[in-house]
């Protein structure tokens, strides 16, 4: 890798950085402003990403949201990440297919009724990322009206995500696609929430996490890019499931 993820449990947040890009706005804008350049002008588009900070805070429980300016939004929303939110993290050992893994990874969340909320800019040389994920609340998600999502998860923004054990069993049954993006990768780490994907010389293992074993990964973050260290590491794993994957054709060629 040409750099190594942050070694710390912050949330890699920088006001003038991730929060500033389009790539991390996973809402759509108001019709007004929807159809305007990306780039960054100073009137409205600003307006709309304050709209969407106010709309993550919400998300993640804080209270007096309206009163907040923009550089207040970004420092309370780096604060209430690490707890409040459901933590994803990809590596590839390297960038091919990148976006139908993240894809797929999205849509597994939509699935268990969460939104990818803040995606942290990628490291490339291999590749890694690191998305943050809130409930999705609206009346419309697929796992309210599907019944995923309690009334009770609805309200209850303090949840521990990554420990639900609906949410977790949701993303168990809806694994897949996931796993099939992976068809092309020969090793690969992915975390999502409870659940430990490793991937190593196109042997592919699903564990299920502790909360020690979460915890552990929080603390030593370079873990989740080190396919052939992290289930020595963490210990007894439990297994979730196991699949054996063929490698391509071209594998020989690399």
Partial sequence: MSSNPSTNNSSGIDSGQDLNRPNIVPRALPPALGGRSEERRGDGLDDARSVWLRAVAVDLGVVGVSRMDREQLLE?????????????????SDELGHDA??????????DAGLLASIREDPVIGSWFRRIWATLDRSVHSRA??????????????RLVLAQDATITATLLQNLGPVLASLDS???????????????VDWTVNVFQLTAAQQAR???QPKLATSPQDIIEALGPLETAETARTSAPEIAGER
């Fill in 185 to 199: 990768t020969k090793d690969a780490v992915l975390r999502i929430g409870a659940l430990l994907i490793v991937k």
């Fill in 101 to 110: 893994i993240e894809s797929a990874v999205v849509n597994l969340l939509e």
């Fill in 144 to 157: 309210v009206s599907e019944g995923v999502l309690t009334a009770a998860h609805v309200a209850d923004t």
């Fill in 76 to 92: 309370t929303i780096r604060a209430e990440l690490p707890t409040k939110a459901f933590q994803v993290t990809i590596y590839l």
């Fill in 217 to 219: 990964l929080d603390h």
